[in-house]
């Protein structure tokens, strides 16, 4: 069995334990536990079993269950705490969340070396292009409630909640804003504010009145993660 790794890593406020051990030759996995307030909040584990049928050596190991535990470390570096929480799409013992399995690793035809120093690249590669992967295909949405009836000098009241998807995940300090935008004048802002730890904002004010053309009332939001934007016709 060998040494494994601890870390403590703050986010939002937040601090996550990380620790990820070796479960030894009879039980060939790395396991990686992220804990909040003592509590399991994600598991990550990875089986090796066919690395040690070509030969892969202790450090191989090692390197392996370093690399396991610093995605894991800067995944929560960079907020991506849904990545850990999401259920895993990969094979039973394999839920560093990729279909890819190890049994593409070299066989026995190749040293032990090479085979381990490949079957470490690979893993690597397949997280660090899960990672990517997964943040080109992630979409910040609004979703506005209080918009489907807006008239001309009168109020309105919005209930906007602002996530990330896939997986409807709730996002913080989301600056949405409230726009007034008409044919006859310039955008006026009418409102605005940053989404809650539950994503979630009140925005609150008056319509402006207008003698001719057309307007809209446009939400839109505003973070590192993404952007977004609703627009509501008004009318008369």
């Known amino acids: 069995m060998l040494t494994g790794y601890n870390s403590e890593v703050e986010f939002d406020g937040v601090v996550y334990h990380v620790q990820t ?5 009879g039980n ?7 804990y909040v307030r003592g509590e399991i909040l994600a598991t990550r ?3 090796y079993r066919e690395l040690l049928e070509v ?3 202790r450090t191989a190991i ?5 690399r396991q535990h610093r995605v894991i470390v800067e995944s929560i570096r960079q907020g991506r705490i849904d ?15 990729t279909r890819k399995a190890v ?12 085979a381990a120093k490949q079957a470490s690249r690979s893993l690597d590669e397949v997280i660090s292009d899960w990672l990517a992967e997964q943040q080109r295909d992630e979409r910040v949405r609004l979703q506005v409630a209080g918009g489907e009836d807006l008239h001309f000098g009168t109020a309105f009241d919005l209930r906007i909640r602002v996530a990330v998807f896939p997986g409807d995940v709730a996002l913080a300090s989301g600056r949405v804003r409230v726009r007034f935008v008409t044919s006859a004048a310039k955008p006026v802002e009418l409102a605005m504010a940053e989404s809650d730890q539950d994503g979630v904002v009140t925005l609150t004010g008056t319509i402006p009145e207008i003698e001719k ?21 008004i009318t008369k």
């Open 55 to 57: 030969g892969a050596d």
């Open 28 to 34: 060939p996995l790395i396991e990686s536990l992220v």
């Open 103 to 114: 049994a593409s690793m070299p066989r026995v035809s190749q040293s032990a070396i090479e």
């Open 21 to 25: 051990e070796d479960r030894g030759a």
């Open 62 to 66: 090692q390197t392996l269950m370093e």
């Open 213 to 233: 053309g057309q307007a809209l009332l446009i939400v839109s939001v505003q973070h590192p993660r993404g952007n977004d934007e609703v627009k509501f016709l």
């Open 45 to 47: 584990r990875t089986e």
């Open 83 to 97: 990545l850990l929480t999401e259920p895993p799409v990969g094979a039973e013992g394999d839920t560093t969340v």
